[in-house]
């Protein structure tokens, strides 16, 4: 399933979208072990034709479940988009590209997964205070009754070298 707008349907009147796109369909290809993208992205959207262009304006949402980067615990992070706006030329111009249209349709689904993808947190990070993981205590070292060993250093063995 992708987000696609029928054309035909915007000749007389703006078309309102809302609902949710499943994580899977956005292909979002995440390379990152620290943030996954489990749950469908929500949106509320209005497309409107322009001359030949559409203009899409509307809100993102998307909840991601990262592992911070400093302590390594898991939390939820809300992306969202309020407001998001697109402006799609539906014909060539000069230095922008045409968005295809296939059957009097357009496919939504490769800007919006353009947009959130830029919107990825670089590093996350479950609150800025985050101290990171706790230090291991250090022990002491332990002597053997009372004596210490000594081994003799390699450095030692090389300084009796005469070259």
């Not at 292909?27 to 409107?48: K, N, S």
């Not at 111009?93 to 353009?114: F, G, M, Y």
């Not at 070292?141 to 009372?146: D, F, N, V, Y």
Request: negative net charge; charged residues 35%.
């Amino acid at each position: 399933m992708s987000l696609i707008v029928n054309l035909r349907q915007l000749e007389n009147r703006n078309l309102e979208l809302g609902g949710d796109l499943p994580a899977l369909d956005l292909a979002l290809d995440l390379r990152d072990d620290m943030i996954r993208a489990t749950q469908p992205l929500h949106y509320e959207l209005e497309v409107e034709m322009l001359d030949d262009s559409l203009l899409i304006q509307g809100r993102l949402r998307l909840k991601l479940e990262c592992q911070c980067v400093r302590c390594l615990k898991d939390f939820e992070y809300e992306l969202e988009l309020d407001p998001w706006v697109l402006h799609l030329p539906l014909e060539p111009l000069e230095d922008e590209e045409a968005v295809p249209i296939k059957n009097d349709c357009v496919d939504l689904t490769p800007r919006v997964r353009e947009d959130i993808l830029l919107r990825f947190p670089q590093h996350p990070v479950c609150n800025p205070e985050c101290g990171g993981l706790k230090k291991a205590k250090v022990g002491k070292a332990l002597k053997t009754a009372g004596k210490e060993e000594s081994k003799p250093s390699a450095w030692a063995e090389l300084n009796k070298l005469k070259l």
